[in-house]
């Protein structure tokens, strides 16, 4: 069973490319959600403001960097003050920094790397986690990667720090279940974005886009996991492109 979104609120970090961005422009598109988005880029967060809001989504944007506590601390503000709720917490935002030989990595892409991707996950839950209980209902998704499930050389310290968002998730899910809230984790396959301009080291690839995961089929299955009625929670939900190899170890 699935409900639509049409007075819902959405909190989604990262949205200013990506799947986030594809994830606001769809609830917007379908539902007319209402969104809280906040990105590090701010020109690229405009245009999925602008989008979102031709779409006809009321929706509260500003610039915001993950890595900081004061980011999710405004963003929970800002979505109290505007809407009074919170629905759905979607934390996108995170990134590989740097792809090496980790003797190549140094402390300070290494700490760069874990913050991004670990600690903005746990920072984001740890200050929405009382709206939620509060409430006694909401979905959260946090984002892991494949890289948290198969090995590939140069990603050592991205692939712990998706391999902790994934240990966090489900350790929270056994928190705010009793409660009502529903936690999943999506673990998405290597797509077309600009996922490998923004890392350095990290080998340029195209794939075939008839075969390879899109954003647009991230946000398809997003929206279909905060669309579940209440009762049902999606735990965790991998989504994979024909056109990458995941076989080994």
């Given at each position: 069973?699935?409900?639509?979104?049409?007075?819902?609120?959405?909190?989604?970090?990262?949205?200013?490319?990506?799947?986030?961005?594809?994830?606001?422009?769809?609830?917007?598109?379908?539902?007319?959600?209402?969104?809280?988005?906040?990105?590090?880029?701010?020109?690229?967060?405009?245009?999925?403001?602008?989008?979102?809001?031709?779409?006809?989504?009321?929706?509260?944007?500003?610039?915001?960097?993950?890595?900081?506590?004061?980011?999710?601390?405004?963003?929970?503000?800002?979505?109290?003050?505007?809407?009074?709720?919170?629905?759905?917490?979607?934390?996108?935002?995170?990134?590989?920094?740097?792809?090496?030989?980790?003797?190549?990595?140094?402390?300070?892409?290494?700490?760069?790397?874990?913050?991004?991707?670990?600690?903005?996950?746990?920072?984001?839950?740890?200050?929405?986690?009382?709206?939620?209980?509060?409430?006694?209902?909401?979905?959260?998704?946090?984002?892991?990667?494949?890289?948290?499930?198969?090995?590939?050389?140069?990603?050592?310290?991205?692939?712990?720090?998706?391999?902790?968002?994934?240990?966090?998730?489900?350790?929270?899910?056994?928190?705010?279940?009793?409660?009502?809230?529903?936690?999943?984790?999506?673990?998405?396959?290597?797509?077309?974005?600009?996922?490998?301009?923004?890392?350095?080291g990290v080998p340029k690839f195209?794939?075939?886009?008839?075969?390879?995961?899109?954003?647009?089929?991230?946000?398809?299955?997003?929206?279909?996991?905060?669309a579940l009625t209440r009762g049902?929670?999606?735990?965790?939900?991998?989504?994979?492109?024909?056109?990458?190899?995941?076989?080994?170890?």
């Amino acid at each position: 069973m699935a409900e639509k979104l049409t007075g819902k609120v959405a909190v989604i970090s990262g949205a200013g490319s990506g799947f986030a961005k594809a994830t606001a422009e769809l609830f917007a598109r379908l539902d007319k959600c209402s969104l809280v988005l906040f990105d590090i880029n701010e020109e690229a967060l405009a245009t999925t403001v602008k989008n979102c809001e031709a779409a006809g989504s009321e929706v509260v944007s500003f610039r915001g960097d993950v890595t900081k506590p004061e980011t999710f601390t405004r963003a929970l503000e800002e979505t109290l003050k505007r809407f009074g709720k919170v629905d759905f917490l979607i934390n996108y935002a995170g990134g590989a920094v740097k792809v090496a030989p980790i003797e190549e990595i140094t402390d300070d892409y290494m700490r760069k790397t874990i913050d991004l991707n670990l600690v903005s996950t746990i920072l984001s839950c740890r200050t929405f986690a009382p709206q939620f209980k509060k409430q006694k209902q909401g979905k959260i998704i946090n984002v892991s990667s494949v890289c948290d499930r198969r090995s590939w050389p140069g990603w050592t310290v991205y692939s712990a720090a998706k391999a902790g968002v994934n240990a966090f998730t489900k350790v929270l899910y056994t928190e705010l279940r009793p409660h009502g809230v529903c936690v999943s984790l999506l673990v998405p396959g290597g797509s077309n974005t600009g996922f490998q301009s923004a890392a350095e080291g990290v080998p340029k690839f195209e794939w075939d886009e008839r075969d390879a995961v899109r954003p647009e089929h991230f946000a398809d299955m997003v929206y279909q996991v905060c669309a579940l009625t209440r009762g049902g929670c999606v735990s965790e939900f991998h989504l994979f492109g024909l056109a990458q190899d995941i076989s080994g170890f």
